[in-house]
């Protein structure tokens, strides 16, 4: 028997399952000689309670989310987070930068206890997580790749190293030439330095790699006359939830 695979959104813009499901007719064929999609909200009205990977995109902004996340991790044999709200709580960490009381009056000011909200959280903040697939949005090849290597226990092969590797590999002169700053030092490739290679710049969206060398990152800001501090204001989005780089974070 096939494993069963079943996608599970919370909050979030769902643009990675779209990516998920932006295969072609040769890439689905090749995932559906794998897998058996039981659940896909997007896809298919199909639903089931029995499944052997949760693909799990969206963060934590709801503790009457966290149960549903629970039973979610205790049926699968394998939770995979997909895309940066799932992994690192992406942009819905930007609600953390402000109290409960704020957010609610700036989202629904006419009622702001309206709707349950509370601090956003990545998935592996209350459950454990096998597997990730980062990105914002993720990148449907990698999608693909990932869930063939689970299916076949082989590692999910998601790159550890920086973005500037691709990005010196495609050639790209650096954008801090141009004065521009960049997170490619610190950042995990797989997206072939996607921004950089397309006029524009690292803001972080694939998370840091394991064991960052901050302080190189730090003298290619000085080098540049620019501040660590200002580099951090300007990347809390995709930083503010990483405790090594902001170790008071929320
Ligand atoms: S990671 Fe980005 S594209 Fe994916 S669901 Fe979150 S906001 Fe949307
Ligand atoms: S542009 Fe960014 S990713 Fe490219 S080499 Fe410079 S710092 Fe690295
Ligand atoms: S270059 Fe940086 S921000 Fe752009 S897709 Fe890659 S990791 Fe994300």
Do not use: W
Not at 143 to 149: G, W
Not at 191 to 202: E, Q, V
Not at 236 to 244: C, G, S
């Amino acid at each position: 028997m096939k494993p069963r695979v079943a996608f599970f959104d919370f909050s979030c813009c769902e643009g990675c399952q779209l990516c998920a499901i932006d295969l072609t007719t040769e890439q689905l064929l090749d995932l559906l000689a794998v897998v058996d999609i039981v659940e896909f909200r997007e896809a298919i009205s199909d639903k089931s309670d029995q499944y052997d990977i949760a693909i799990v995109e969206g963060s934590i902004t709801r503790d009457s989310d966290i149960p549903r996340l629970q039973k979610i991790r205790d049926t699968a044999k394998i939770v995979v987070a997909l895309g940066a709200c799932s992994m690192i709580c992406g942009i819905n960490a930007l609600k953390n930068f402000q109290t409960k009381e704020e957010y609610q009056k700036d989202v629904y000011p006419e009622d702001p206890t309206k709707y349950e909200t509370t601090t956003a959280r990545a998935i592996n903040e209350i459950v454990k997580v096998d597997a990730f697939i980062p990105g914002c949005p993720i990148d449907t090849y990698e999608f693909l790749r990932v869930v063939k290597n689970l299916v076949l226990g082989k590692n999910p092969d998601i790159p550890e190293y920086p973005v500037c590797v691709e990005c010196k590999r495609n050639e790209n002169i650096c954008v801090y030439e141009k004065g521009i700053q960049c997170l490619g030092p610190v950042i995990r490739a797989g997206c072939n330095a996607r921004c950089p290679s397309n006029g524009g710049y690292c803001f972080g969206c694939r998370g840091i790699i394991p064991e960052p060398n901050l302080h190189s990152q730090q003298d290619i800001m000085q080098k540049y006359n620019l501040t660590f501090a200002q580099m951090l204001e300007k990347f809390k989005l995709f930083l503010q939830r990483n405790k090594e780089v902001f170790p008071d974070g929320k």
